[in-house]
Nanobody, 115 residues
Framework: QVQLVESGGGLVQAGGSLRLSCAASRSIASFRDMRWYRQAPGKQRDLVASIGSIPITYYADFVKGRFTISRDNAANTMYLQMNSLKPEDTAVYYC?????????WGQGTQVTVSS
């Protein structure tokens, strides 16, 4: 079992930046992949970015070049640096980790980008 807690969301103007954190209740070194998803009202939950234990990263096209995912295994934390934010980035952002076939989710953090 692991608990994931997101933080760092908030209200920001278009063009601004936010840094999301996902803190785990225990070591994340065993998680092969960790991911950020987002879900806007009335829409499906979309994969935003992922990072492997060997830090190979993936980004969805709609955030490529603006967002950076990273992980600090010593701090048991994953991050999402979001720059050049757009109103369409408004959503609840969730962190996710999978271990031995079990998916763990955080409670989400709201990001709102005003135009």
């Amino acid at each position: 079992q692991v608990q994931l807690v997101e933080s760092g969301g908030g209200l920001v103007q278009a063009g601004g930046s936010l840094r999301l954190s996902c803190a785990a209740s225990r070591s994340i070194a065993s998680f092969r992949d960790m991911r950020w998803y987002r879900q806007a009202p009335g829409k499906q939950r979309d994969l935003v970015a992922s990072i492997g234990s060997i830090p190979i990263t993936y980004y969805a096209d709609f955030v490529k070049g603006r967002f950076t995912i990273s992980r600090d295994n010593a701090a048991n934390t994953m991050y999402l640096q979001m720059n050049s934010l757009k109103p369409e980035d408004t959503a609840v952002y969730y962190c996710n980790a999978e271990e031995l076939g079990v998916n763990y989710w955080g409670q989400g953090t709201q990001v709102t980008v005003s135009s």
